[in-house]
């Protein structure tokens, strides 16, 4: 299913605060994302009534299956392509910034003919 790469941004940055073992709430995120309280709250609300994310009574926010497993092909794609990037010579923060653009536009075809390319190094 496809989504727009602004709720593949979110799925993936609740995904990488999650990993720290810590509840995620709306403020981390926003504070991670370095947007407004008001925009992440908007953001939350459409995609927990899309069933990417639920949030519970004490304002916990956790993926959903189909979220999860958005957020981690995102996340796979991001440090991937950041990684390769680098490998090429390209200094990090921009590898980091292209990799964010990336991850969203190509399609599953052309991401698993540069993992192929790339392994064959």
Not at 30 to 47: D, G, I, Q, Y
Not at 77 to 106: I, Y
Request: negative net charge; proline residues 2%; aromatic residues 6%.
């Amino acid at each position: 299913m496809k989504i727009a790469e602004s709720a593949e941004n979110y799925l993936e940055t609740i995904l990488v605060l999650s990993m720290s073992g810590a509840s995620v709430h709306a403020v981390d995120i926003a504070a991670e994302l370095e947007f407004s309280k008001p925009s992440v709250s908007v953001a939350m609300k459409n995609l927990r009534l899309g069933g990417y994310i639920s949030i519970d009574e004490d304002s916990h926010i956790t993926l959903t299956e189909t979220g999860r497993a958005i957020a981690e092909q995102m996340y796979e794609r991001h440090t991937f392509l950041a990684d390769w990037l680098r490998s090429l010579g390209v200094p990090k923060n921009t590898a980091v910034r292209d990799a964010c653009r990336m991850e969203h536009v190509l399609s599953a075809e052309s991401f698993q003919a540069i993992k192929r390319a790339a392994g064959e190094r």
